[in-house]
């Protein structure tokens, strides 16, 4: 069982602006460590998104933006496009050991 | 490139032993440590535990402690994932993943292809 709670879904239209939540605790999000975000496609290896709470690969669209405060961590995809249909997971650390969020799959209306 | 290519996927019996691979290149495999995740079928990511190769340290996910082994040849820049007797429930993709970022604390990037472990009888 993760620590890390996601929305199981979120859906809009193209075009539409997204928010993805990452809700942790005081062991976790909150005791300061960092949160990163990726990408996995349907049928494929997961990609990084987000790295240090909010900044981008070299290659990601700046349509993709993460930011953190206190215990949670939000992941914003703005102008949304069918290609960006896929599931979503933020991970971060507890107790200096990895973990993953629950995940959330995007559906482009 | 910084590039990670595993082993192809496994087809196995409960109670047989298992090791998959995943080789490092375009990079220096002993300065980055190196983690696997598992990904069961239609479920999420479940980070398993990551190794350094440059010494060995090891640390595991309380949840795979004692089940699973990592290990790594540093002199040919390979990381392994092991089991010494499979169970039904080990059917999964496991990924090996680079860890960015300089310590133990950082992102995976990049990320090996997958290799998919069935076991069944």
């Known amino acids: 069982q993760s620590v890390l709670t996601q929305p199981p879904s979120v859906s809009g239209a193209p075009g539409q602006r997204v928010t993805i939540s990452c809700t942790g605790s005081?062991?976790?999000?909150?005791?300061?460590?960092?949160v990163h975000w990726y990408q996995q496609l349907p049928g494929t290896a997961p990609k990084l998104l987000i790295y240090?709470?909010?900044n981008r690969p070299s290659g990601v669209p700046d349509r993709f933006s993460g930011s953190k405060s206190g215990t949670s961590a939000s992941l914003a995809i703005s102008g949304l496009q069918a290609e960006d249909e896929a599931d979503y997971y933020c991970?971060?650390?507890?107790?200096?050991?990895?973990?993953f969020g629950t995940g959330t799959k995007v559906t482009v209306l | 490139e910084v590039q990670l290519v595993q082993s192809g996927a496994e087809v196995k019996k409960p109670g047989e032993s298992l090791k998959i691979s995943c080789k490092g290149s375009?990079?220096?495999?002993?300065?980055?440590?190196i983690g696997w995740v598992r990904q069961m079928p239609g479920k999420g990511l479940e980070w398993m535990g990551i190794?350094?190769?440059?010494?060995?340290?090891?640390r595991y996910s309380p949840s795979f402690q004692g089940q699973v082994t990592i290990s790594a040849d540093k002199s040919i820049s390979i990381a392994y994932l092991q089991w010494s007797s499979l169970k039904a429930s080990d059917t999964a993709m496991y990924y090996c993943?680079?860890?960015?970022?300089?310590?133990?604390?950082?992102?995976?990037?990049?990320w090996g292809q997958g290799t998919l472990v069935t076991v069944s009888s």
């Open positions: 993943a680079r860890l960015a970022g300089g310590n133990s604390l950082g992102w995976f990037d990049p």
């Open positions: 375009g990079y220096n495999f002993n300065s980055y440590w």
């Open positions: 190794i350094y190769p440059g010494d060995s340290d090891t």
């Open positions: 005081s062991s976790n999000i909150g005791a300061g460590y960092d």
């Open positions: 240090g709470n909010s």
């Open positions: 991970q971060s650390y507890d107790s200096s050991l990895g973990v």
